[in-house]
């Protein structure tokens, strides 16, 4: 590569260029530089057939803005134009000449990924490999196969994903489509009237309704030979065919059921899709507890397996028939607690949390606000006398601190609201 100035009348920009064919393009941030200081950067250039003539591949833009520059001072009266500072590329090297194009303008603006679809095809065309690509551009060969993945689409569609009329889910999931279904839902798109899916919804309308990942089989689908479906982006497979999925999907869950109940469980069940298994209906359980496996089976062929579980009613019988969590079959011993030191505690703790809530209005708010809202049997508008027929328990509470603090900040209350002090309810 080498660097000289060429007049502008030798310049023409390229057809590698990125942005060529397409109209003029907008100037007016660089335009007010290239009047008072003329082009500072090179363009990127190559000889083409034109006796002396070069074509631009990098720099339309500044190309453009010199144009313009140059009428300018014509009309003034200089007739003069400066040339154009230019980088020449060796001769005929087409793959160079689109990587030098692209480098320049993503290292500007990220162009939209059907200009980068157009142009990394036309590296493929010229040999490169998805991996060469990805390295020139520092991008993940992921992304250079999503791009390139565009390829499959209808030009129409890639042109409404050009004008950012869908969005890029609904791109990947009609890269799933036949060009059949393609040209269906273009047509749904052409009718004010009709429902056009996208997003999620697409998917579901692609695949009449169920879609089945092929992440979910339980059974090796390269060996049965079932029919899927990629989204050529190579990130999700669905199944093709419904009924064989299930097919062969219920058999692998019929062998796993049955291998459930030879390691010992007292049973495997098979939970279908029309019903579902809620964790809080049920208690754990082990093997000799009587607990069961169960195979929550859902719509989109995932199945999640709960081992040892038994309902709530079984639990309850089991429980009862140990008569005690240690197993022994002994009535429970009776607390050390007698009911008059229950009610003791249970007082003093009550006044003490009470005491201690009139300093934090927010957390007493919430409280009451989550007694209402649950409905809970403590949440009464009327108040709750907190009293105990055993005098010594009675003249304890009422000399207890916590009832003093309280009765300080309700004789407070009263006060501002006019009221006069009352006797403690």
């Known amino acids: 590569m080498k660097l000289d100035f060429i007049p502008l009348d030798k310049l023409v920009v390229s057809k590698a260029n990125m942005r060529f064919g397409k109209k003029a393009p907008d100037v007016s941030d660089i335009l007010p530089t290239v009047r ?26 500044r190309f453009h803005a ?6 300018e001072r014509r009309a003034a009266g200089d007739a003069t134009p400066e040339p154009m500072p230019c980088a020449i590329l060796d001769e005929g090297d ?17 162009p939209d990924e059907v200009t980068q679809w157009e142009n990394f095809t036309r590296l493929v065309r010229e040999g490169r490999k998805v991996e060469d690509i990805a390295a020139t551009f520092g991008l993940p060969d992921l992304t250079v196969k999503r791009v390139l993945a565009l390829g499959n689409l209808l030009p129409a ?33 052409d009718d004010e009237n009709a429902y056009l899916p996208t997003g999620h919804q697409l998917k579901s309308w692609l695949f009449g309704g169920q879609s089945i990942p092929v992440k979910h089989a339980l059974f090796d689908v390269e060996a049965s030979d079932l029919a899927t479906i990629a989204d050529l982006f190579g990130e ?13 999907q219920n058999a692998e869950i019929e062998a796993r059921r049955a291998a459930y109940v030879e390691q010992g469980w007292a049973d495997a069940i098979v939970v279908p899709p029309s019903d579902h298994f809620s964790t809080w209906e049920y208690e754990k359980a082990g093997k000799r507890k009587g607990g069961r496996v169960y195979l929550d089976v859902r719509a989109t062929g995932e199945v999640i397996v709960h081992e040892g579980y038994v309902s709530g009613k079984e639990a309850r019988r089991i429980a009862k028939a140990e008569g005690s969590e240690n197993g022994t079959g002994q009535k429970a011993a009776r607390p050390e607690v007698t009911s008059t030191m229950q009610t003791y505690v249970d007082l003093h703790r009550h006044a003490a949390v009470r005491a201690a809530l009139t300093g934090h209005p ?38 207890a601190q916590a009832e003093a603090d ?13 009221s006069p002090p009352r006797n403690r309810p």
């Not at 050009?162 to 749904?188: G, N």
């Not at 009451?368 to 009327?382: E, N, Q």
């Open 36 to 61: 008072s200081r003329g082009i500072l950067q090179p363009v990127i250039v190559r000889p083409n057939c034109a006796p002396d003539g070069y074509e631009i591949v990098a720099g339309s833009r």
């Open 66 to 71: 010199a144009k313009i520059v140059a009428e």
């Open 94 to 110: 087409d793959a160079a000449a689109i990587e030098a194009s692209m480098i320049e303008n993503m290292a500007r603006l990220d």
């Open 157 to 189: 569609i890639r042109d409404l994903y050009r004008k950012e009329r869908i969005d890029a889910a609904t791109v990947r999931h009609l890269t799933m489509a036949s060009k059949s279904q393609q040209k269906a839902w273009l047509a749904l798109a």
């Open 236 to 248: 999700d497979r669905y199944v093709a065919d419904a009924d064989a999925f299930w097919s062969a």
């Open 362 to 399: 927010a957390v007493a708010l919430r409280l009451m606000v989550a007694h209402a809202i649950g409905g809970s049997h403590l949440w009464r508008v009327s108040p709750e006398p907190q009293s105990t027929r055993n005098d010594e328990v009675r003249d304890s509470l009422d000399n």
């Open 406 to 418: 309280f009765d300080e900040r309700r004789r407070a209350v009263l006060a501002v609201l006019a």
